[in-house]
């Protein structure tokens, strides 16, 4: 089974509860990547339960390692391969199946609005390639100083990030993230952490609301085709990295950002989870 299509099994069979996989679990319905997950688990031969010893590489994702090797992405100089698509893909849900296939934003798209993101085109996708800490390649990416085009408008990220800290200091809601975020969310200080709480914080699903009202985002500013805009960069964003490649500087081995970002996009946030059935 390719890395990816692992990781996402991962995710789905319940990480926060720390359940080792081949064991197939409740899960919560946190969206991002769920749609190419449960594709991807289709596509391959169902394999018998492995053993202890064959699911040893599911054990480097344990909820207690994360900010804490200092081999991590957080911490590695590294050279990063990300493929920038020219266009988006529209938030999809099927309610044929009891499971969510992904998170939608907080604005639902107004067909009057023209969005050249989601029309087709012959534009190839690029392959950028950034160096050093995770920090510093996305302020790259994000800024657009990578020798590609900017992919977030940084004026309406810092307007969300504000929000969605205010929204979790007024619901009180610090106590639903891992105690090793809070200092992060608070101060700031890693931007990947930023971007997986930002993007859980104005998703919605069936089983998690957004902490922000899309009229609190509309005081600060930002007009609903902003809203909707941003959360489909993110989204973007976010899929992008999961799908990269990176190389530590050093020769070390090969930085698991792909893997590191989706455990992070599952694990900071703050809303309330529902855990429902999925029929595997």
Not at 23 to 28: K, N, Q, T, Y
Not at 134 to 145: E, F, H, K, M, Y
Request: negative net charge.
């Amino acid at each position: 089974m390719p890395a990816h299509s692992r990781l996402w099994t991962v995710l789905k069979a319940g990480v926060d509860a720390g359940v080792p996989l081949p064991h197939r679990a409740p899960v919560s319905t946190n969206g991002l990547g769920q749609k190419r997950g449960r594709q991807e688990d289709l596509d391959q031969p169902q394999s018998p339960p492995a053993s202890e010893e064959d699911a040893s590489d599911d054990l480097l994702l344990e909820p207690n390692d994360l900010l804490m090797d200092s081999d991590d992405p957080m911490s590695s100089e590294m050279r990063l391969k990300i493929t920038v698509l020219p266009n988006w893909t529209p938030e999809e849900r099927d309610f044929s199946h009891d499971f969510v296939y992904s998170n939608v934003p907080v604005v639902r798209n107004n067909n009057d609005w023209q969005i050249p993101e989601f029309r087709l085109t012959n534009e190839a996708a690029r392959v950028v390639e950034v160096t050093g800490s995770l920090n510093a390649i996305l302020a790259q990416l994000i800024d657009g100083t990578s020798g590609a085009p900017s992919l977030l408008n940084r004026a309406h990220y810092s307007l969300h990030l504000l929000a969605c800290r205010s929204a979790l200091s007024e619901n009180e809601l610090l106590n639903n993230l891992d105690s090793r975020f809070h200092k992060h969310v608070r101060e700031g200080d890693q931007e990947i952490i930023n971007l997986a709480f930002v993007y859980n914080c104005i998703s919605n699903d069936s089983d998690s609301e957004s902490i922000v009202d899309a009229a609190e985002l509309n005081a600060l500013g930002l007009s609903d085709i902003n809203i909707f805009r941003f959360w489909h960069q993110l989204r973007a964003l976010l899929e992008a990295l999961m799908d990269s490649t990176a190389e530590t500087v050093d020769g070390g081995p090969p930085a698991r950002v792909g893997e590191f970002v989706a455990r992070l996009t599952a694990e900071v946030d703050p809303r309330a989870q529902s855990v429902v059935s999925v029929n595997w």
